[in-house]
């Protein structure tokens, strides 16, 4: 024999052993278990039916129900709602599967639940009964119109956009970009921290003699760094100024200081000394001029009169405040010149 007399002959045994083939692993597929969860229903209800299929694990099959003597679907078999597989050895599985059944006529009917492997259909011998009661109607009852639309209940939450509810995160980092945006204008911006519990702070005038006493003794002028001197020694009257009289003046300059302070009772005996340094400072720190230390020692002097002699004065029960004399006595000049 030629090699092509080979060939077809070995073509003819394929054709001839698949039917073989197929017939026996349909022989080996069945249903051995099958059970309705309810057996009495109303017409248009539906129940569940559960199957055990065992078989082989490289067929496919598909479960159908057969109904006898039914010429119309008067069962019906639905949709899957649950199924799990059992591997069993030796190439075979076996499928737990839950379908839906239902009835759309009234009756006793004798269910049979069959396995679909193409070309043949294996046939459940466990008989399987469902009685099927008609929906109980009144002959005598009037003939009811349908029933009106219901509106439905919406809460606010049906107003809302679907692409709002679906941006749902966007709006969570804008909500945390504005919280921090409103921390740091608050709070940060000013170096403050709300977490962290800040100390009470001293006094104005008990604040800035510390804080000058602190300045004296890092002899800053005497190791030639009268510039950093001189921004220490003005920063800190200015933060005495704008905590004892309310006058901001650490975002002022130096002749701004002067005009706000021209007019103040209780800095116009110093306000001449705090001119002076002021200039001395704007001069070392502008133009880079280094002063005598006499005027270095004279400075610090003058700063420190200038805290003492704005220091508040205690009230005396009975007595009012100098301030207040001496704006009553200037009220009662003006009153006389008038007369």
């Known amino acids: 024999m030629n090699n092509r007399s080979i060939t ?14 197929m017939a026996a692993k349909n022989e080996n597929a069945l249903i051995s278990k099958a059970e309705l969860t309810n057996h009495h229903i109303v017409m248009g209800d539906t129940t569940s039916m559960r199957i055990e299929i065992v078989q082989p694990k490289n067929v ?12 119309s679907s008067a069962v019906e078999l639905g949709d899957i709602i649950a199924c799990d597989t059992t591997d069993l050895g ?13 009835a759309f006529d009234s009756g006793e009917w004798h ?6 492997i193409e070309p043949d259909t294996i046939r459940c011998d466990i008989p399987l009964v469902i009685r099927v009661s008609p929906v109980k109607v009144d002959p005598n009852g009037d003939i009811k119109d349908f029933a009106p639309v219901l509106s ?9 956009p679907n692409w ?15 919280a921090l945006l409103f921390a ?27 804080r000058l006493q602190l300045l004296k003794s890092k002899q800053l002028w005497q190791n030639g760094r009268e510039k950093d001197y001189y921004t220490g020694l003005t920063d800190i009257l200015r ?14 300059t130096s002749s701004e200081i002067m005009d706000a302070l021209k007019h103040n009772s209780e800095t116009k005996l110093v306000n001449e000394q705090l001119s002076e340094i002021l200039a001395i400072a704007d001069f070392v720190k502008f133009a880079g001029q280094r002063p005598l230390a006499d005027d270095n020692e004279r400075s610090y002097q003058r700063a420190l009169n200038f805290v003492d002699a704005t220091k508040p004065q205690p009230v005396v029960e009975g007595k009012a405040p100098a301030d207040n004399n001496i704006t009553r006595n200037n009220k009662k000049k003006k009153e006389d010149n008038k007369k």
């Open 184 to 210: 740091y204008l608050k709070w940060w911006r000013k170096g403050k921290n709300p977490l962290r519990r800040e100390k009470k702070r001293k006094p104005p005038y008990e604040e800035a003699v510390e």
């Open 164 to 178: 709002v509810v679906t941006l749902w995160w966007v709006w969570v980092l804008l909500l945390i970009a504005g």
């Open 90 to 102: 030796n190439n075979r599985i076996q499928i737990n599967a839950t379908y839906i059944v239902q």
């Open 111 to 116: 269910l049979n639940p069959a396995l679909v």
């Open 60 to 71: 496919v099959a598909m479960a159908g129900l057969e109904v006898k003597d039914s010429i």
């Open 8 to 21: 077809y002959l070995m073509m003819c045994l394929a054709f001839l052993l698949i039917p073989l083939d």
């Open 239 to 252: 933060e005495y100024i704008d905590r004892r009289f309310g006058v901001n003046a650490v975002e002022m």
């Open 152 to 160: 439905p209940i919406r809460k606010w939450l049906d107003y809302v």
